[in-house]
């Protein structure tokens, strides 16, 4: 019954001393072969069809990419919308986002900005009025607009870095307040730099471009 | 399910017309010719619907066979093949029609092409279409779909069947405009095999086949965003073929890619040149003569002993056209950990996916291997390394023991097929321990000879396979499908179909009334509870086979097997072996799931 094959045991086998880490790199003592996750932002040029944020999600979601925010909206090109999303991966996860992102048969080119790129979002924040000339002068400090009010209520609208944007909410929330709604963020490329162009063999950022890429501080 | 059936039924009465007009057929293609020869150009009609447009594609693309189930929402569709030369292969379940279609694609090389209705028809697909995503086989797969102005209100046989395929598709299309249709389907087709091979799928709404229209489809091509790399950059190439040089350790590493890119030939004479071993992925059996000297067959899970020592100790990898499955590679942390890795593959998101590659060479893989042979001037040394891989091969052979007096062992059947078989005889399998026989003791000479499930792993695979395989072969290529009883059972509907056409195809079950591979890691990992895959209250295979028309054996023991083959080879027609195998037969070597590849176990003690 305890039947298998003829040949050297297991432990009579010689074995190599080399490793590969989760990421399969080879360990080299000489080089630190492992990547902590890090924030980026990934701009993707997509054909604007029905389904295309569809499959996006749908890509990153099976995949299990730590996803933060995706934003989708049309562009300078009514046949083009622009998608830009935020990850949260260490560098071979965010290439391989890159990689299975340019898979999808409506994406058009995909790159990750840098980390001087422009980076934007948007909230509404609706707080509790009873002290007017406290909330304005809050408002002022961020440069809120007020979009709405009401006897109780007062609601403005915050543009910015999501430090500043979180800053306004943190500094509201003294007033009390009654309901957030903030979009995803949206980004662009610097000067004359395309953010994620047309060109359609726009190849991935290379390697030099995630070394000095560490934790970009979110510009203004 | 009984509204499906009471759906269905017109449809079969159709088929009865259909037998009845199919008789007819040879006039009508008489009167065909006859009116080609008068007027060589007005060769066909001008397309008034939908439908006819749909399929207008397909001849253009220049289908074949198509294998499918009729029903409500594909219904105008299969009005318009009635009048088509494409061969409708109708079968007994959808998912045969996914997996005939998938072996018709790994055979011939051009998608395979099945049809279903909308909801269940297009659900019954998805199993046949997922097994297809994973193995990068070329598959096109149309589907009905209610009328559009129902789209989305649950309607009768209504399911979001682009939302269901997404995940398991290359790319997938609704369809919304008559005009367009027969260009989606066109492109559809394109894209299955262009660049790195994969399942597409149109979702036809019945109004837009039905819908009027005189647009004739545009050529099948793949749409601008579509880009194929064919060459790898000279710079890696030039690295990497420095690194060949210098290696001391080298094997290349083939994978079903090698096979789909037509790179074999070019892959052997690399080899043979620079005398490096090779290896091969489950998927790419055939792509290297396992009887060559170099070749130390399959690596991974239940590969060879000597396979998985060369993969473990190489100090250079060239592989080519591989995705690193974990069924290949065991615990990444242990895989090739001495080697530098050269990756070959045209899609760059298998590049540094789960293995590292230090040399990434994107692009397709005959072109990229002629790239690498131009660049390469001096073989490594490795003369070492290669009398090592023979030793291995010694030390770790394959023999298994089989005594008269004991049961039959499959892997006695196994290599009695192929004996009586020639090279290019294709096999097709199911998925479980015969399988895994049928990979280790049949010896591959040719590609395109093995049909299997590989990276989904489906069971009843195996029976529609070799009927995709048997119409996409040429005449004189014998198919067996090596099936497990468990297996089989699962689609063995499609027997009905294979005795309607008269396939000549040769089934051998390696039955041990156990789903034996489950069994297999219940002894060794689940104390030998045999929760639920104890399988005696099989059918008797040879008994069914009669019922369904077709030629039944059974085998008992040694004294049978021999004969039994060649009566069965011989049959023309659809066969099937009831081979009664050693009920406690396991598959070694193994790899435990996420272990070390150069710790294979060769008995159950060693797990």
Redesign the interface.
Known sequence: ??????????EE??????????????IDPEVEATHEPRRTVISALV?HE??VL??VS?LFS?RQFNIESLTVGPTEDEDRARITIVVEEPD?GI??VE??L???????SVRELEPDAMRRELALVKVDAADPASVSAVADMYDATAVDSSPETATFEITGSRQKIEAAVETFSQFGIREISRTGLTAMARGTDQTAGAD??AQPADEANYSDATQPADDD | MSERAAKVTPAEDEQDDDQITDSATPDAATADTTATDAASEETTDPVTTGAESVVRALENAGVEYAFGVQGGAIMPVYDALYDSDIRHVTMAHEQGAAHAADAYGIVSGEPGVCLATSGPGATNLVTGIADADMDSDPLLALTGQVSTDFVGNDAFQETDT??VT??IT??NT?ASDSDRVGSDVSEAFA?ASEGRPGPTLVDLPKDVTNGETDREPDEPKT?????VQEQADPEIVAAAADRIENASRPVMLLGGGVIKGEASEACREFAVEHEIPVITTMPGIGAFPEDHELSLEMAGMHGT?YAN?AI??CDTLIGIGTR?DDRLTGG????A????VIHVDI???E??????ADYPLVGDAETVVEQLADAVDESPAAKKWRAQCQQWKS???????APEDAPVQPEFVVEALDEATSDQAIVTTGVGQHQMWAAQYWTYTEPRTWVSSHGLGTMGYGLPAAIGARLAADDDQEVVCVDGDGSFLMTLQGLSVAVRENLDITVAVLNNEYIGMVRQWQDAFFEGRHAASDYNWMPEFDKLAEAFGACGFRIDDYDDVADTIEEALAYDGPSVIDVHIDP???V??MVPSGG?N?????????L
Do not use: C
């Open positions: 019954m305890k039947r298998g094959l003829e040949g050297p045991a297991p086998r010689p074995t190599p001393a080399g490793r590969r880490n989760k990421q399969g790199i080879r054909a029905p389904g569809s499959d749908g099976r071979p290439d391989q990689k299975q340019r898979k999808l048969v409506p994406v058009i359609l063999t | 682009t939302g997404t995940p290359k790319d609704f894209l749409p601008d965003t579509y880009h002993g020592m473990t100790h690193f990444i942390e242990t895989f950990p001495d080697a530098e899609d760059p998101a590049i540094s996916k789960n293995i590292h030390d770790y052979s394959m023999a298994y023991e406690d037969a396991n070694y070597p070390d150069g710790q294979f176990a060769l008995t159950e003690d060693q």
